[in-house]
């Protein structure tokens, strides 16, 4: 954030942990600032300035500009409006004001990032109504070039003249390449600008880091206050004499909640990330949030008062990344019960306006109370993130993750079994001696549980994280760029990592997609297959060998191979394996003429789900296929 100043916080709590491996996985990340410090022992220098009292003159512009990366219909150009306001200080002859640009590169146009609007929120606080007024908030997505983003950044800046011009930026291992280079050009194109790190990525480990050199100033761990501070000190002195500064961790009450910055645009076309904790008390070594050793929570008053604000706005689509949801219950409860109120009017005459939300939750902690909640809430509202990791005992151990794998396995199956809740079910292959045959068998363990999914993530060795501790021991050996992905273990080879990197990618098309129910039960449970994880493995190995390729199948193409696999290699009739793909093909909305179901497709039934949009399509498909 400053990067993640804003984004530090859950990012990193949230992106640190489990998220963080998840996150890093999927590239689904929110960008923030937020990430600036967690504590944890890599902070360089502390900072120390002074800010003085000084008065800024001038006006500036205040508009939270967002950058169209993805065209919104109806949507302002911002750029005018900005550019407009610029050149209205220039003809009234009134001195320059600085421009502060919080930035980043999110993986997507709808992950808006909330550690930015963390910062924007906490400018005038911490800096000052003169810098809230002269601070524009601009997000990119890694699909843009470099160059471009370089060019609407200073842009938006103008001609530097005499002010001071600052740009924070967002730094996390999904962006930190294109953020380096992107730093690099603006560095060079104009090197009097200010730039300012924050994040999760930039704040543990800086010594060797590229983009850490080319910064004028790194904040580690919360951005909240430390970067409106050091923009104060920038504008008006005196300058901080150190360049790495250790985020200061404010009580949250100190700390302005950051929902009115989100625009109408944010509000009618992301996801809207929220937070009603920081940090994490357990342990778990691969996770960020472990350095955190405790959890912090907002004011529950002032942040439900903050929901209904977004809601009253017409938000109904919420993405918690509290670390873990379901830690104090009371809160949790409260929080349930709140959008329990809402469900009556929450759809009232828009059919696309159903609430929709998200929570990270740990497994082994579902109270009654909490489950008689849960329980009253109809399809298509809840999704639990459930981190699930290893069910290997000794593994758990080693890594310090505490979970009581029995809690486990009834929590998830009373889930499946009495709530409508979408379930994310998370395992971690590659960890510290977790052999392919432990993991095999946590996989099949969790697979009997019929969750709606099983996310499965390869080890990352996140900067600042204690699993490093474990590498000379159990021989871990981890890729050196982000996002940093363990290449082999003492226990498993290289080959064995890239071929379980299918195995998941394949696993994500064939059976997280819901495309394929009753196709995939014929594959995983036939007579004679050996358990699911190993006949799964099996189809995995043949489609690599086939066809070369994890990236660009089609759900045709998908279609052909399980007929080609199930037929030629499983010697199930064809007439079985037809019968099972027609369904799921129908069922799935899908509208093209796969090879293998030529001439048995029905016309009308194959716009079943047309209209609905992705998301609600996956949970739809994962509804029918439950039953
Ligand atoms: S429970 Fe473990 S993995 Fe999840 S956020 Fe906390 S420390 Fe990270």
Excluded at 11 to 27: D, E, I, L
Excluded at 299 to 318: E, H, I, K, S, T
Aim: glycine share 8%; with cysteine; net charge neutral.
């Amino acid at each position: 954030m400053f990067v993640h100043i804003l984004l530090a916080k859950h990012h990193f709590n949230v992106r640190h942990g489990h998220a963080k491996q998840r996150c890093q996985k999927t590239h689904h990340v929110v960008g923030g600032l937020a990430a600036f410090g967690c504590g944890g022992d890599a902070h360089l220098e502390l900072g120390a300035f002074g800010l003085a009292d000084g008065v800024f003159a001038g006006g500036g512009f205040s508009q939270n500009v967002d950058d169209q990366d993805v065209a919104i219909p109806g949507e302002k150009g911002v750029a005018g409006g900005v550019a407009g306001a610029r050149s209205g200080h220039a003809t009234d002859n009134r001195p320059m004001a600085p421009r502060i640009l919080l930035t980043t590169l999110n993986a997507k146009y709808i992950h808006a990032s909330l550690g930015l609007r963390y910062l924007l929120a906490n400018m005038a606080r911490h800096g000052g109504d003169d810098l809230r007024q002269c601070t524009v908030l601009r997000e990119f997505t890694l699909q843009r070039p470099v160059a471009q983003v370089v060019d609407a950044l200073l842009a938006e800046l103008g001609p530097q003249e005499d002010g001071v011009q600052i740009v924070g930026c967002g730094v996390y291992i999904w962006n930190v390449v294109q953020t380096t280079e992107m730093v690099r050009l603006l560095k060079t194109l104009r090197p009097r600008v200010q730039v300012v790190l924050g994040g999760p990525e930039v704040s543990y480990e800086l010594e060797a880091q590229e983009i850490v050199r080319l910064a004028d100033f790194v904040i580690t761990g919360w951005g909240d206050v430390s970067f409106p501070k050091l923009c104060r000190a920038l504008v008006h002195g005196p300058r901080p004499l150190m360049k790495v500064i250790a985020g200061e961790q404010a009580p949250l009450d100190q700390i302005a909640l950051p929902y009115a910055e989100y625009s109408d645009a944010d509000l009618a076309h992301r996801l809207l990330y929220v937070e009603a904790s920081r940090g994490c008390p357990f342990k778990c070594e691969f996770c960020l949030s472990s350095l955190d050793k405790t959890a912090w929570a907002f004011d529950l008053d002032a942040f439900l008062a903050a929901l209904q604000g977004l809601y009253l706005r017409g938000a109904r689509n919420f993405k918690f990344v509290d670390r873990t949801f379901n830690l104090k219950i009371d809160a949790s409860v409260r929080i349930l019960q709140f959008f329990l109120d809402r469900l009556p009017t929450a759809a009232a005459g828009q059919p696309d306006a159903a609430l929709f939300v998200h929570f990270e939750v740990v497994p082994d902690h579902l109270p009654e109370r909490l489950k008689a909640m849960i329980a009253q809430f109809p399809p298509g509202v809840l999704q639990f993130e459930v981190g699930i990791q290893s069910f290997n005992v000794e593994v758990q151990q080693r890594i310090s993750r505490r979970q009581d794998n029995d809690k486990t396995e009834a929590n998830v199956r009373w889930l499946v079994a009495h709530s409508h809740a979408h379930l994310h079910t998370d395992l971690i292959f590659g960890l510290p001696g977790e052999t392919l045959e432990s993991f095999a068998d946590g996989f099949d363990r969790l697979h009997a549980l019929q969750p709606h999914e099983i996310q499965l993530g390869i080890l990352k060795r996140l900067r600042g994280t204690p699993i490093a501790r474990h590498s000379a021991v159990h021989g871990m050996v981890y890729a050196s760029s982000a996002p940093y992905t363990v290449l082999h273990t003492g226990v498993v080879d290289a080959e064995t990592l890239q071929r379980f990197t299918r195995f998941s990618r394949y696993w994500d098309l064939v059976a997280n997609s819901g495309r394929f129910p009753q196709t995939l039960a014929l594959l995983l449970n036939g007579p004679a297959r050996p358990s699911p994880f190993y006949a799964f493995l099996g189809f995995a190995d043949w489609l690599w060998q086939t066809r070369h390729a994890t990236s660009g199948l089609s759900p045709e193409d998908l279609v052909d191979a399980l007929f080609d696999y199930l037929g030629a290699q499983l010697g199930v009739s064809a007439q079985t394996v037809q019968a099972a793909l027609l369904a799921d093909y129908v069922a799935s909305g899908a509208r093209s003429n796969p090879r293998a179901l030529q001439g048995l497709l029905p016309r009308r039934e194959a716009m079943l789900l047309e209209g609905a949009s992705a998301l609600v399509q996956r949970q739809q498909r994962h509804r029918a296929s439950s039953g």
